[in-house]
């Protein structure tokens, strides 16, 4: 590493190229902070998808100056694409190599600018679409690919995948809430940065998408008003009903492209009339109790490569083909809870109201502080003493009571389900999955006249609770007829 | 690179002045002897060392016996403290009083010895960058043994009323240490009148050879040697004398002495020149304070733009100017001295330094402002910062 700057540097500083701000840009992009010290500014302007002009303004040290003067020469003129792609390491080439130490940082933040300009381009040309809900165009069949990455090991090796069967792949990254680590600091690992230098290193374009207020009206309000309504929320589905596959999809349509991936293990079976979501190949990483939600007009641009592999094979792909992912710890249950505490969190967002604790019979066993801290099927934390252990067997949120009960009394013979998304038709339903960890329970189904459906289990099953899905599977057990939202339990 | 190049960054280093080059020559080609051989070699090199040594106490109002010579302004700095630090140190009495503005020479030897079981306390500074002499009395407790207060800033160049601050430690038995860097040559130095106990100096801020430094000792200030070996400078550093540097350095003590007014003059002309174009542009603002300073300081806050920029992109038109601190500008953190003077970080990362020297003409001055205005202008057509 050099101790001082090259004349590539300081030409650059002298004479920087694209200084300024757009007059009237489709994008505009800031990052850095106070705490760094240095701030580069990004506007562009794009005319169908390519990237008509570029402007920048950097309060900086001499690296910052000239990086951003380099890369504005990089993508100016570029599509979108070509320009999504342009990494760290080619600024690093335009400035005739390696920055002195300590001044690599530059390169990062003048990249980071620029696409968050890329990403209020997407922004603003979403409208309020994304916030709204967004079905998706209908486009073109193509060998062409929108590939989610969140910076772990299952997203970079699909989109590698992807790329190695001969896809063009653009790759996305969502911001979807605040709690992501170092989120609001340019020189921290945020996973945003992991997340397009991985892409960059497989020379995959890279792209964000701004979903806060789209995940935090249709995922995180929705958390919190479960446990206040006594249910018990699963924000992953909810995220997959609403949020990831929605925005993958309006990216491809604004790049023009078909499909949409992710990094999920699950297949796309085809079924009788479309699509049908299916079981991946790794029984023990499936995640089709979660998916269920997916739209079939979605679904049948989607694409999920990890389906066919197992999870040590996905690893050993990454580490033959250095990706930096490879030891990557699995990522946790919810990702906007990085402590897993989410009693907390729900307690913050809402006032506890005390209440009784009964049995079935309506006998006050206790007092507890709040619904919100209990769920079906729990057995710590109660505060009643007895001579068997007790269990929450019922929460009614309106009376405030959580109602207790033995082990058997947790036992359903029958589930009520309703916002059923169906691949299949209902007489193919033959088993039905409760809970993320637990074996399908035969079954069958039938509607009722309020609109919801009844599954009647051919044997009880344990600790169903409202809000959790009940996800419908075919005879082979491969294919997903259908899932639904736990209304209540039944008899 | 442009080939017509103007230093404006004397507190860095000032060039070698060609009489006192002419003085050294002999030194560093044929003259020999080792000032402590019996012979007359040695007998010639002793007589040229203690020459310097006269001129050197001549420029800040010493005795020669009151004058070590160093390998340059740091060690003098440690030396002189670390020497009277230990002489006087007791077990009840270990108590030393920095200013926040000191150089990092005098910083980290007061970290060293609070390593070793002192206790430091550092008092700061006023916006302009004085230190108030009450809030040095107020520091100084019944076990201080030693205070110190640079005689003049090397960033922002304010010069400290010494002659009070020294007064008040004198009264108190307290021992007063003076980095007087970059004050010698520029600022009349007095050992005489100002009871100082020690004082710093080096060779290459006054038109000497870098790698030369000394310091005074005032006769009966208890000193304990740190340098050990055959004994030279009175035990006090042990080492064979740099004779051509120490030749170089009364030469350029000599010269600083004789032409002090008429540098001043000049330099003084030269800086408000320059403060006063500079300023003249928005959001361009002078630290330090406004009279108090030296002679041929300049320190400016540009808004809006980082230093390191500035600095690059005037040396690039051909002029070579200070960004903060020398010692400080390699790493990416702030100037201690600013944040003391009440800066935030983002006020300490746009400062320059431009520092004049006796040899800049006026017309050099003129087109320096011309390019400071470019670069300033272009800079901040790069920055997202608002200009106030």
Known sequence: MPETYRPEVIDHLVRPRNVGDLDEPVGVGESGDAACGDIARFSVEIEDNVLRDVRYKVYGCAACIAAGSALSELVRGKTLLDAARVSKEDARDALGGPLPAGKEHALTLVLDALHKAFEDHWNRAAGNMLVEGYGGAEADDGKTVVAAMSGGVDSAVTALLLKEAGYQVATVTFRLHDGERGSRSCCSPDTVLFARDTAHRMGLPHFTLNLKDLFQKRVMRDFVGSYEKGRTPNPCVACNAHVKFHAAAFLADGLGFHHVATGHYARVADGAEGPALARAKDAAKDQTYVLWPIPQKLLARTVFPLGDYEKPEVRRIAEERGLAVAYTPESQDICFIPDGNYRKFVRKKVAAEPGEVVDGSGNVLGRHAGVVDFTVGQRRGIGVSAPAPLYVTEIRPRSKQVVVGRRKDLEVHEVHVRDMNWFLAPEEARAVQVRYNGSPVPCEVEELEDGGWIARLAQPVMGVAPGQSAVFYSEDGERVVAGGVVARRGS | ?388
């Open chain 2, 1 to 388: 690179m442009t080939e017509h190049r103007v230093y404006l960054d004397h507190a860095a280093t000032t060039p070698l002045d060609e009489r006192v080059l002419e003085a050294m020559l002999p030194y560093l080609s044929g003259r020999r002897g080792n000032p402590s051989s019996l012979h007359a070699s040695g007998a010639a090199a002793r007589e040229a060392v203690e020459g310097a040594r006269e001129t050197v106490a001549a420029l800040v109002g010493a005795a020669s016996g009151e004058i070590i010579f160093t390998g340059g302004g740091t060690e003098a700095d440690n030396l002189a403290l670390l020497g009277t630090a230990r002489a006087s140190e007791s077990a009840r009495k270990r108590h030393l009083v920095v200013s926040a503005v000191e150089h990092a020479a005098v910083r980290e030897t007061a970290r060293y010895l609070e390593s070793s079981g002192w206790e430091v306390t550092h008092i700061g500074v006023e916006a302009d960058g004085l230190v108030d002499p009450e809030e040095l009395v107020a520091a100084l407790r019944p076990d201080t043994v030693i205070a110190a207060v640079m005689w003049a800033n090397n960033e922002v160049g304010t010069v400290q009323h010494v002659e009070e601050l020294a007064k008040v430690c004198a009264e108190r038995g307290v021992l007063f240490h003076a980095d007087a860097v970059q004050a010698a040559g520029r600022v009349t130095i007095d050992a005489g009148c100002v009871p100082v106990s020690t004082l710093a100096l080096s060779g290459h801020k006054l038109y000497g050879p870098q790698g030369v430094g000394a310091f005074y000792v005032r006769d009966g200030v208890a000193f304990e040697s740190m340098v050990f070996g055959g004994g030279q400078e009175r035990g006090i550093r042990s080492g064979t004398e740099n004779v051509a540097g120490i030749v170089g350095l009364g030469a350029a003590a000599h010269l600083a002495r004789e032409e002090l007014d008429a540098r001043v003059r000049h330099e003084t002309r030269l800086r408000d020149r320059i403060i006063g174009g500079a300023t003249a542009l928005p959001g361009v603002r002078l630290n330090g304070h406004p009279e108090e300073r030296l002679s041929n300081s300049v320190h400016l806050t540009v808004e809006g733009v980082e230093a390191e920029g500035l600095v690059l992109f005037l040396d690039a038109l051909g002029y070579e100017v200070g960004s903060g601190s020398a010692c400080a500008s390699g790493g990416h953190k702030a100037s201690p001295v600013l944040l003391a003077m009440g800066q935030d970080e983002r006020e300490a990362f746009s400062a320059i330094r431009i520092t004049t020297g006796k040899d800049n003409a006026a017309e050099e001055i003129e087109d320096f402002l011309e390019a400071f205005s470019t670069a300033v202008t272009q800079l901040r057509e790069l920055s997202p910062l608002q200009i106030t």
